[in-house]
C-alpha cells in the first residue's frame, strides 16, 4: 500500500477509530510538515487512544512550528478530560523544550492529586531546564510518591543549580537503592561541589553494587 497525504487524511477521517490509529502510524513516512499538518485534528479525537498517539508525535512533529505546536499541547495539558492524554503533553512540551509553558506545567501540578501526571510534568521540567523550575522540583523531593520523589531528583539535577546540592544529601542514606543509584546519577551533575563529591565517594562504597557503579560513573 502507497502512503499518501490524500490516504491518511481518508482513513482520519474515518468512523472507525482502528483506521484513525493506522494512520497517525502511517504519518511517520510523510514529510513532516505534511505530517503535522494532518495530525491536528487527531488532538481533539473523541477516542482517547487516537489523541494519546496523536500528542506523543507532536514531541518531534512540533519542531515544524514551535509556535503552534506550543498552542496545541497547552490546549491538551488544560483541557483534556484524560491523564494519559496531559501526561502525554507535558512530555511533549519537554521534548520541544518549550519553556514558555512552565507557568501551564506548575499551575496543573497543583492542580491534580495524579500521580502519573505529576510524575511527567516533574520529569519534564528537568529535561525542559527552565530555571524557574526549582522552586516546583525542591518541593516534589518531598512528594509523598515515591515516583514523583524519583523524578524530581533527576530533573534537579539536570538544572545544575548547586543549591539542589544541599536537597539531594538526605537521599544518600534513603532506604531505597533505587532511590541511592538515582541520587549518584543527579550529584553527578555538580563536579564542582565539595559535598557532592564526598556524598558521591561514599555511595561508590554502598553495598549494592548499581549504587556503587552508578557513583564510580559520576566520579569519573
Known sequence: MTITPESVEHLLASEQFSDRLSALNHLRQLEPAVAFRLIRPALTDANVRVRYAA?????TLGAQDRELALVLLRDRLIHDP????????????SALKLQ???GDLEQVYRGTNEWLLQFSIIAALGEMGHPDGFALLAEALGSQTELVQTAAIT??????DERAVPLLLPFVHHD?????ARTAQSLGNFKTSAPAQEAL???AQDDMEAVAQ????SLS
Do not use: H, P, T
Not at 500528542?55 to 514531541?59: F, L, N, P
Not at 484524560?82 to 512540551?93: F, G, H, S
Not at 531505597?176 to 541511592?180: F, G, N
Not at 552508578?214 to 560513573?217: I, L, M, P, S, V
Open 55 to 59: 500528542v506523543s508525535q507532536v514531541a
Open 82 to 93: 484524560e491523564i494519559d492524554v496531559k501526561a502525554a503533553a507535558a512530555d511533549a512540551l
Open 100 to 102: 514558555e509553558a512552565f
Open 155 to 160: 530533573a534537579i539535577g539536570e538544572l545544575g
Open 176 to 180: 531505597d537503592w533505587q532511590m541511592r
Open 201 to 203: 565517594a561514599k555511595l
Open 214 to 217: 552508578a557513583a564510580q560513573a
